[in-house]
């Protein structure tokens, strides 16, 4: 696992170098995510590569397109640059993203849904797959009306992943929101968890004590998640076993610390957060090397989901600060 590790941090600093020069202008925050995209990967992209399928992503959607003008195009662009055939990628991509869109508004998250699809459904499927997400987000969303959104796509696409009945897994959801109601209070933490817990072997109950005793051993290394970001805890909790925890959690520490090292990851770059969620993914991927694809991909996704998250959070701040600083200017 160590080798592992060591090959993914190598990887994501050259990707991560090779993205800032091929989103010329663009913050570390959106180089990350596109350098996320593809831990697990044991060599680098090519700058050429990567900014070629930006280029082809560009010329081949419209000015207003969410795909390849959104904040998750620096995924969708990722995937094009390892795909043989860009073209029908992309206008499967798009495809399934218009089947999303009949339920969703418009936004990166049914965008970085539509990618995992494309993944690992099978075309003839996408119809009754994207009506199976549609079916178990309405489950959620008559439960929780006030807080399930189109940010819940990427965690209801795991779940629509998984073999149980949309009924099911939406049932199970709820079990486990039950469980974790009175430790967190949060009920948006407590879904973005359950969620992701949905999928997994063991009764609510279990799942919720593990899911909690992960989160304080990542307090106490240091890393705290919050928001969305949960879904990697939960994550981690399901997938490590229990014995392997305490070494998981400070592993995903140091990788932390590590990955500060890399110009553009520190303080005034992408932020302990960010480092925090792209250490968890790679080392929860050399953890679970041999594991189920779709989950290992899944995980990607959130972590790739999250970090897209903070960069609109930091837009809107920036923007808000903008308007307050002009009309301040202007009163006087």
């Known amino acids: 696992m160590t080798s592992k590790i060591e090959t993914s941090i190598q990887v994501f600093e050259a990707n991560f170098v090779v993205a800032k020069k091929a989103f010329t202008l663009n913050s570390s925050m959106e180089a990350c995510g596109c350098a996320a995209s593809f831990i697990g ?18 010329a081949n959607t419209g000015l207003f397109s969410q795909v390849g003008r959104g904040n998750a195009s620096q995924v969708v662009a990722a995937l094009l640059s390892k795909d043989p055939n860009p073209e029908y990628a992309l206008s499967q991509i798009e495809s399934i993203y218009k089947g999303l869109k009949k339920k969703f508004s418009s936004s990166d998250y049914p965008v970085l849904a539509a990618t995992m699809i494309y993944k690992h459904i099978r075309p003839e499927n996408y119809d009754d797959f ?129 990955l500060k090292q890399i110009r553009g990851m520190g303080s005034l770059g992408a932020g302990k957060t960010i480092r925090n969620l792209i250490a968890a993914g790679i080392v929860v991927d050399a953890y679970c090397a041999n594991g189920d694809i779709k989950v290992r991909s899944a995980i990607h996704s959130a972590i790739v ?27 006087h």
Do not use: W
């Not at 959620?140 to 897994?169: C, F, R, W």
């Not at 989901?305 to 301040?328: L, P």
């Open 41 to 58: 990967d044991t060599e680098p992209i090519s700058e050429a590569a990567l900014y070629n399928a930006k280029k082809f992503l560009k």
């Open 130 to 258: 994207i009506n199976r997400i549609i079916q178990i987000y309405k489950l959620l969303h008559k439960e929780h009306p006030l807080i399930t959104g189109s940010e819940d796509i990427v965690n209801i696409t795991l779940m629509a992943m998984s073999e149980y009945s949309e009924q099911q897994v939406a049932e199970e959801c709820e079990k486990i929101i039950c469980a974790l109601h009175r430790p967190l209070r949060s009920k948006n933490d407590n879904q973005y968890m359950a969620c992701v817990l949905s999928v997994f072997e063991g009764t609510p109950e279990e799942k919720a004590s593990s899911v909690l005793e992960t989160r304080q051993l990542l307090k106490e290394h240091g890393v705290r998640f919050s928001g969305s970001g949960l879904s990697v805890v939960a994550a981690i909790s399901s997938l490590v076993k229990n014995g392997d925890l305490p070494a998981i959690c400070q592993e995903i520490s140091i990788v932390g610390d590590r």
């Open 305 to 331: 989901s999250m970090i897209i998250e903070t960069e609109i959070a930091c837009v809107i701040a920036a923007s808000s600060a903008a308007a307050a600083s002009a009309a301040a200017a202007s009163s």
